[in-house]
C-alpha cells in the first residue's frame, strides 16, 4: 500500500526514477480498488458505472506518471507510451519495458533507486 501511496503522492511528477516493485505493487492495488469500484456500481445499480469511471479519471494522471519514471529506470523516455495507442503490439512491447531491470548506475533521469537504497 506504501507504494501505492507515494505514486499519489507524486501525483503528475513525470521526473526520476521508479523500481520496478513499486510500480507493479501500484499496478496490483490500482486492479485492486478498480474491481472494487466495479462491484460497487454493480451492487448500487448503477448503469454507467460512474464510481468507475471517477476512480479511472483520478487516477489516469498518476499511472502515466509512473509509467513514465518506470520507463526512466529503464534508460527510456516517457513518450514511449504513446505506444498504447497501437492495439495490442504497443501493449506488448510496454510490458516488456516495464518487466526489464532497472539501468545500472546514473542516467538521464537520475540516480539508480536500487543504489539510493543500497540495494545494489
Partial sequence: ????????????????????????????????FAIVAVILDVVLGFESMPLTNVYSLALFI???????????????????QLLYFLPLIGFI???????QDSQDGD???????KEINGLA
Fill in 107 to 113: 542516467n538521464d533521469h537520475g540516480a539508480n533507486p
Fill in 1 to 32: 500500500m506504501e507504494y501505492f501511496m507515494e505514486a499519489l503522492k507524486r501525483y503528475a511528477d513525470f521526473s526520476g526514477r521508479t523500481r520496478r516493485k513499486g510500480y507493479w505493487m501500484f499496478i496490483l492495488f490500482y486492479l485492486i
Fill in 93 to 99: 512491447v510496454l510490458i516488456i519495458f516495464f518487466v
Fill in 62 to 80: 498518476p499511472s502515466l506518471a509512473i509509467g513514465a519514471r518506470r520507463l526512466h529506470d529503464t534508460g527510456r523516455s516517457g513518450w514511449w
